[in-house]
């Protein structure tokens, strides 16, 4: 069931306390839930997959082949279809709706998102630029990016050049982000730390693709208190 991902909206930040007094800031996801709209048979497309669909459109707002797909699936409209590459199809029927409770038992899950946009910068603010001199010479260009090409040959400036230009607006991943706590009555996901993106953008949440140790910090505070328990050996 982790093989898939649903889409959340981004309420905001908080922060948990635990028990050993730690203070653990936390990013606070609203969950829709998705429903099966297809399941993809192997012998027809070569691979088993689920189309899963997200959030509610107007019919208005539909296409006419819109309208026939969802109409011959007996489903109401979706504003988004996601396909998902699963091992097993048989856990999927069409009609079927997954909500937070599949991350209920996972503890690391990968969240793609869009980051802020900041509109048009300059060299500077856009890659760190260091600018020209702050005297001696620099005639209004203290925030320049320098020099952007070279002489006759190559004649040109290099695609990738880092230059001023639009800032920010762009989707990334973020791996291995630690679930704090899931709200099951309220379709509530909190994730440890910071995620891209402003408040009420939309992010995907799935299980984490890496393979990974770390402790989570319950664990962590755990494995301290069973520490200070276990008593001290004997000098000899």
């Known amino acids: 069931?982790?093989?898939?991902?649903?889409?959340?909206?981004?309420?905001?930040?908080?922060?948990?306390?635990?028990?050993?007094?730690?203070?653990?800031?936390?990013?606070?996801?609203?969950?829709?839930?998705?429903?099966?709209?297809?399941?993809?048979?192997?012998?027809?497309?070569?691979?088993?997959?689920?189309?899963?669909?997200?959030?509610?459109?107007?019919?208005?707002?539909?296409?006419?082949?819109?309208?026939?797909?969802?109409?011959?699936r007996?489903?109401?409209?979706?504003?988004?279809?996601k396909e998902f590459r699963v091992l097993n199809t048989d856990t999927y029927k069409e009609g079927n709706e997954f909500g937070v409770e599949i991350f209920k038992d996972i503890k690391f899950v990968d969240t793609r998102s869009r980051t802020i946009g900041k509109g048009f910068a300059g060299a500077m603010k856009r890659h760190n630029f260091g600018?020209?001199?702050?005297?001696?010479?620099?005639?209004?260009?203290?925030?320049?990016?320098?020099s952007t090409g070279?002489?006759?040959?190559?004649?040109?400036v290099f695609k990738g050049k880092?230059?001023?230009?639009?800032?920010?607006?762009?989707?990334?991943?973020?791996?291995n982000i630690e679930v704090i706590k899931t709200d099951l009555e309220n379709d509530l996901l909190y994730l440890?730390?910071?995620?891209?993106?402003?408040?009420?953008?939309?992010?995907?949440?799935k299980k984490s693709v890496k393979d990974t140790n770390k402790l989570t910090i319950s664990e962590k505070i755990k494995k301290i208190e069973d520490l200070k328990k276990t008593p001290e050996k004997k000098k000899k």
């Open 74 to 81: 007996n489903t109401e409209a979706k504003k988004k279809l």
């Open 1 to 72: 069931m982790s093989e898939i991902a649903l889409i959340g909206k981004k309420i905001g930040m908080t922060r948990e306390f635990y028990k050993s007094g730690q203070l653990v800031p936390v990013t606070v996801l609203k969950m829709e839930k998705a429903r099966v709209i297809q399941v993809i048979d192997e012998q027809k497309r070569g691979y088993k997959a689920v189309q899963l669909g997200y959030g509610k459109i107007k019919s208005s707002k539909l296409t006419k082949a819109m309208k026939g797909y969802f109409s011959k």
């Open 131 to 146: 600018g020209l001199r702050a005297s001696h010479g620099v005639s209004i260009s203290h925030r320049s990016h320098g």
């Open 150 to 156: 070279q002489r006759q040959d190559p004649g040109k």
């Open 192 to 205: 440890k730390g910071s995620i891209p993106g402003s408040k009420n953008s939309e992010v995907f949440v």
């Open 162 to 175: 880092k230059m001023a230009g639009h800032m920010g607006d762009k989707l990334r991943t973020m791996q």
